[in-house]
C-alpha cells in the first residue's frame, strides 16, 4: 500500500499480471466432496454440459457413474474417448486412455475419481499424475475427489472412521486447481440415499452404512471439507492484498522442519508438518540423519516412501550424515533460520537415553532454546528392534563371532595357567582386555559376545565354587556385574567410533567420485570422451550400467544414438518410450519411480539451469532400490553433468554462431569482389558492343579489331573469374574427381604460358627445366589452373618489366615446381595467410577476388601434395608446389 492508502501500481501490476499468467495456463476444476454419493460426478457433468452449450469441445476421459441411472443418463450426453483395455493377470482392466486423449487434443476433459490407482502396466500408478500430465499439455481438467484422500487428512480421517485410506492425492493438486467446488449435502440427506440406492447397490450399501456411513462420521467429514475449502479461500484471498486495497495479511517469517526416518510413524509427522507450514504459510524442510546404519530391504523401502511423500507435499528435502541426530537437526535448523521442529513422540530406551544424555525429545527442548518443537503423538506404540541388535545384525559376519570365539579361548587357556600366580579376580582384568581388544579391531556385536561368553567362562572356570555358575560373594558378584557393563559400554562406544569411521568413509568415498566426474569433464576434448568415462564410473560405483541420451540442437531426444554414450547397442521402443516421456515431462520415470515403472531402467531428465539437453539410463544389475544415499549422489552427478553438456552445447552453438558470422563476412567479402571483378569486365563488354553498334566505326578496320580485342580480352577475365568460382565450390564439396594421367611438366608449362601470352606482355619469362624431367602422374588441367594462378599473381604484383622465373627440379620422391618474381614480397606475419579464401594483402592493387592461391591450395592437396610460400633474399616472392611422385612408365621407343 501506498502512504495515502491506495493500491501500490507496482504491487497492482504484479498481481495482475500474476492472475494473467494462471489464467493462460490450463485450468484445473476439483469437485470436491465429503465421502461418496453426494453428487460430484453428477456436479461435474453439469457444469460440462454448460461448457458444451459454450461451443467448447468437451470430452470424457473417464466417468464412473456406479450404476446410477440420473448419472448414466447425464453422461450419455457428453462425448466420450473409449477407455484403454489392459490385460493383468488374465483379467480384462479398462482405465482412462491418455495417449488417445493426447492425440484428440480436446479443450476441456473430464476424469473422475481423482485418487484412483492405474492397472499394473499403464503409464502412470496413480490417475492424479495423468491429470498433471493433461495439464502439462495444455489440456484442462475437471475432476472429483472425497476429502479422505487428501493427503494431509488422511490420519485424521482413519482416526475418524476407523476404515484405512489406501488411495491419496498430495496436496499439491488442491494448489494447482484454478477452482475448487465444494459439493455439500447434510449427512442425514445422504443416508437417506445411501437407504434407496443412490449411493452403493446391495450389499455394498449395507457394509457402507455399518461402516462409513454413520452420523457422527459424516459429519466430522463434512467439516473437514468444509475447512479445507474455507483455508483455499482463505489464500486466495491473501494472494491479492492490494486489489483489496487494504493492509496485507500479517507476512510470517516462520519456517518449519520435520525430521524424517525409517519409521511408519513418520508420514503422520510429515502430514501435520504439512498441514501446519500451510496455515502458516511458511516453507518447510524434512531431514533425514543418517547415523551410518544399513538398513534392510523393508526399512529402506519405508524411508524411500516417507521421502517421497514430503516431496509430494512441497517439502525440501534434506539429507546429512551424522551420528548424533539432535545435534544434526540443530545444525541444519542453524544453516536454514528454522524457527519450529516438528518430531514424533520419542520411545524410552533406557540404555540409550542414559548414554546419549536422554531422548531426541529430551535434548532438542534442552540444547535448542532458539527454536518452537512440535511433538505430534502416535495412535499405537511403535514396535522396534532395538538399535543394539539391529547393528549386530547388519554388522557382523559368522566369520568375526568364530573368530571372536577362538581368540576368547586362547585367552582363557593363557588365564588357566597364570591363575596359580596372580589369582581369580586378576583374571578378570585380562578377560577385560580382551573385549577391550575385540572392540578395538571388531563391531559391536563381535564385542559384546565375547564379554557376555568370557563373563561366564570367569565365573565357571575362576570364580569359586568353580565348575558352576554359583557365587558366594557379594564383592565377586559387584566385579562380574562391573565387569558386564563395562564390556557393554566398551561394545556401544566401538559402534560409534565405527560409525564416526563408516561415515566419514562415506563422505569420502562421495566426494571423490564428485571429484572424478568433474575431472573427467575437465580433462576430456569431446562429449563422447567423458560421457563414456561417467557411464562407466557410475555403473561400478552402483552395480548397473549407464548410458546417455543426448538431445538435439532442435530441442529432441536422439534415441537412435544411445549406442555413442552407453554399453548398450540401443534402446527398445518401449525403453525409448520411457526416455523421451521422462525428457519432455522433466521428471524421473521407469523403474523405481510411480511413472511407467514396468520399464527395465531408470530414466533422469538432465535438467540444466537453461534448458534440458538429455536423459541419463540407469539399468541396475539387481532388483533392489537404490538407498537415500545412492540416490542423492546420482542426482547429483545428474546435475552436474546436465550443466556440463549445457555449457557444451553453449560453446558448440557459439562456434556455429562465429562459423555463421565469419561466412556471411566472407559472403559479403565474396558478393563485393565478385562486383567489381564482374563490373570491369561488362562494363567493357557493354562499351565495345556500343560502338560496335554504331555504322560510322564499322568503316574503320583497325578500331574495330581494337574493340574485338577489348571484348576477348573482357571476356577472359570474366571467365577466370568465373573458373575460379567453379573450381573452388568442386574442390569444398569433394565431389571433384581427378584425371590422373603421366605428364609432362614442359608440356605442362608450354599450354599454360601459351594462354597467357597477353597478360604476359609486359614481363620477362625466365625458364630453368633441366632436360632429364621425369614424368608425372596429375590431372593436367587442374595443375594448370594452378600454375596459371601462380603466373598471373606474380604478373600482378610485380612491376612491368620484371622477370618471372618458373623452376622445376626432382628432390626425392617429389617433384618441385618453383614460381619467383620480383615483386615487394609478402609481409612475414601474412605468409600463412595468403593462402587463405578471399584473402588480400592490404595495400595491394585492386583486382581479383582472393581464391587464386587458395585453387592452388586445394589442387596441391588433392593431389597429395603441398604448397608453401617464402620471400627471396633478392626480393620477391617464391611459390613452392610440391607433388608426390611415383615410378614413371618407360617412354615409347621408335617404331623405326
Known amino acids: 500500500m501506498s502512504v495515502d492508502g491506495r493500491p501500490d501500481p507496482d504491487a497492482l501490476l504484479l498481481a495482475i499480471s500474476q492472475e494473467e499468467q494462471r489464467t493462460k495456463n490450463a485450468t484445473l476444476r476439483v ?32 466417468v464412473e457413474t456406479h450404476g446410477r441411472s440420473e448419472t448414466m443418463r447425464l453422461a450419455e450426453t457428453v462425448p466420450t474417448i473409449a477407455r484403454k483395455q489392459i490385460d493383468y493377470k488374465g483379467v480384462n482392466l479398462q482405465e482412462m486412455d491418455i495417449d488417445a486423449i493426447l492425440v484428440r487434443k480436446p ?21 492424479y499424475q495423468d491429470v498433471l500430465e493433461l495439464l502439462a499439455n495444455g489440456i484442462d481438467v475437471y475432476t472429483t475427489i472425497n476429502v479422505q484422500h487428501l493427503e494431509s487428512r488422511k490420519d485424521l480421517v482413519e482416526q475418524i472412521t476407523g476404515i484405512p485410506i489406501r488411495e491419496t492425492v498430495p496436496d499439491s493438486i488442491l494448489e494447482r486447481a484454478t477452482q475448487i467446488e ?29 461402516n462409513f456411513f454413520k452420523p457422527t462420521s459424516l459429519t466430522a467429514l463434512r467439516e473437514i471439507a468444509l ?20 493492509s496485507g495479511p500479517w507476512q510470517t517469517n516462520e519456517r518449519l522442519m520435520v525430521a524424517v526416518s525409517h519409521s511408519p510413524y513418520s508420514e503422520r509427522v510429515i502430514r501435520a508438518t504439512r498441514r501446519l507450514a500451510y496455515n502458516l504459510e511458511s516453507p518447510w524442510i524434512a531431514v533425514h540423519v543418517d547415523t551410518g546404519i544399513h538398513l534392510n530391504d523393508e526399512d529402506q523401502a519405508q524411508l524411500a516412501k516417507n521421502i517421497a511423500l514430503a516431496r509430494e507435499l512441497k517439502a525440501e528435502v534434506v539429507t546429512t550424515t551424522d551420528t548424533d541426530v539432535p545435534a544434526a537437526l540443530r545444525r541444519i535448523a542453524r544453516q536454514k533460520n528454522v524457527t519450529q521442529i516438528v518430531v514424533g ?27 518452537d518443537v512440535h511433538v505430534i503423538r502416535q495412535d499405537s506404540v511403535p514396535k522396534y528392534r532395538p538399535r543394539l541388535f539391529t547393528k549386530i545384525e547388519h554388522f557382523s559376519s559368522p566369520i568375526t563371532y568364530w573368530n571372536a570365539l577362538w581368540f576368547l579361548f586362547g585367552v582363557s587357556f593363557l588365564n588357566g595357567m597364570l591363575e596359580p600366580w596372580i589369582g581369580y579376580r586378576a583374571v578378570g582384568f585380562i578377560f577385560l582386555v580382551a573385549v577391550l581388544g575385540v572392540g578395538l579391531f571388531s563391531t559391536i556385536g563381535p564385542t559384546l559376545f565375547v564379554g557376555v561368553l568370557s563373563a561366564l567362562v570367569w565365573d565357571y572356570f575362576f570364580i569359586p565354587p ?54 573427467d569433464i575437465a580433462k576430456s576434448q569431446h562429449k563422447v570422451e567423458f560421457l563414456s568415462k ?65 520399464a527395465n531402467a531408470l530414466y533422469i531428465p538432465l535438467r540444466a539451469p537453461n534448458e534440458s539437453v538429455g536423459v541419463m539410463v540407469y539399468k541396475p544389475r539387481t532388483n533392489r532400490k537404490l538407498s537415500l544415499e545412492q540416490e542423492n549422489l546420482l542426482f547429483s552427478i545428474v546435475r552436474q553433468l546436465a550443466v556440463s553438456l549445457e555449457r557444451h552445447f553453449f560453446e558448440k552453438r557459439l562456434r556455429d554462431s562465429e562459423r555463421l558470422k565469419e561466412s556471411e563476412k566472407i559472403h559479403q567479402t565474396l558478393l563485393n ?7 570491369t569486365p561488362l562494363t567493357a563488354i557493354m562499351g565495345a558492343a556500343t560502338a560496335l553498334d554504331d555504322e560510322r566505326n564499322s568503316r574503320k578496320p583497325e578500331y574495330v579489331r581494337e574493340l574485338a580485342e577489348q571484348l576477348q580480352d573482357a571476356g577472359d577475365r570474366l571467365n577466370r573469374v568465373i573458373e575460379n568460382l567453379l573450381d573452388m565450390s568442386r574442390l569444398n564439396s569433394g565431389m571433384l574427381a581427378l584425371k590422373l594421367d603421366w605428364h609432362d611438366v614442359n608440356d605442362l608449362t608450354s599450354v599454360t604460358l601459351g594462354k597467357l601470352v597477353k597478360n604476359l606482355a609486359h614481363h620477362k619469362v625466365n625458364i630453368e627445366f633441366p632436360k632429364d624431367l621425369p614424368l608425372v602422374r596429375m590431372d593436367f588441367r587442374l595443375m594448370e589452373h594452378a600454375l596459371a594462378n601462380l603466373i598471373l599473381n606474380a604478373a600482378t604484383y610485380s612491376p612491368p618489366g620484371s622477370m618471372i622465373t618458373l623452376k622445376a627440379n626432382r628432390e626425392n620422391s617429389h617433384m618441385v615446381i618453383l614460381v619467383e618474381d620480383q615483386g615487394p614480397g609478402i609481409p612475414e606475419d601474412l605468409l600463412d595467410r595468403v593462402f587463405e579464401k578471399f584473402f588480400r594483402v592490404p595495400g595491394t592493387p585492386t583486382g581479383g577476388v582472393g581464391l587464386g592461391l587458395s585453387i592452388v591450395k586445394n589442387i596441391a592437396e588433392v593431389h597429395k601434395g603441398s604448397v608453401r610460400v617464402e620471400n627471396r633474399k633478392e626480393g620477391g616472392a617464391r611459390f613452392i608446389i610440391v607433388l608426390p611422385m611415383t615410378e614413371s612408365p618407360p617412354l615409347p621407343k621408335d617404331e623405326s
Open 182 to 210: 465444494l459439493i455439500d449435502i447434510a449427512p442425514n440427506d445422504l443416508l437417506r440415499r445411501l437407504k434407496e440406492g443412490k449411493v452403493y447397490l446391495g450389499e455394498k450399501a449395507e457394509q457402507a452404512a455399518q
Open 466 to 519: 568353580k565348575m558352576t555358575f554359583v557365587i558366594t560373594e557379594s564383592a565377586d558378584a559387584i566385579l562380574i556385574l562391573t565387569y558386564l557393563i563395562a564390556a557393554l559400554v566398551t561394545g556401544y562406544l566401538t559402534s560409534r567410533i565405527r560409525a564416526h569411521e563408516r561415515i566419514l568413509r562415506e563422505r569420502e568415498d562421495t566426494t571423490n567420485v564428485l571429484f572424478e566426474v568433474s575431472q
Open 227 to 246: 475447512r479445507v475449502t474455507a483455508e483455499r479461500v482463505d489464500q486466495e484471498l491473501q494472494q491479492f492484498p492490494d486489489l483489496r486495497q487494504a
Open 534 to 598: 561417467i557411464n562407466a564410473r557410475v555403473g561400478r560405483l552402483l552395480d548397473g550400467e549407464c548410458g546417455i541420451v543426448v538431445a538435439s540442437r532442435d530441442g529432441k531426444l536422439m534415441t537412435d544414438e544411445y549406442r555413442e554414450y552407453s554399453p548398450q547397442p540401443k534402446l527398445s521402443e518401449k525403453e525409448a518410450a520411457v526416455a523421451v516421456w521422462a525428457f519432455q515431462a522433466g521428471r524421473p520415470a521407469g523403474w523405481s519411480t510411480e511413472t511407467l515403472s514396468q
Open 107 to 127: 479443450k476441456l476433459v473430464l476424469v473422475d475419481e481423482l485418487a484412483h490407482s492405474n492397472a499394473p502396466g499403464s503409464r502412470h500408478q496413480k490417475r
Open 31 to 62: 469437485f470436491l466432496g465429503m465421502s461418496a454419493g453426494v453428487g460430484k460426478t453428477y456436479a461435474m457433468l453439469r457444469a460440462a454440459q454448460d461448457r458444451l452449450k459454450d461451443g467448447i469441445d468437451v470430452i470424457v476421459g473417464v
Open 673 to 679: 569482389s565478385i562486383s567489381h571483378e564482374m563490373r
Open 345 to 371: 513422540r520419542p520411545t524410552k530406551r533406557i540404555f540409550r537415553d542414559v548414554m546419549e544424555g536422554g531422548t531426541l525429545l529430551d535434548r532438542l527442548v534442552r540444547e535448542s532454546i532458539e527454536v
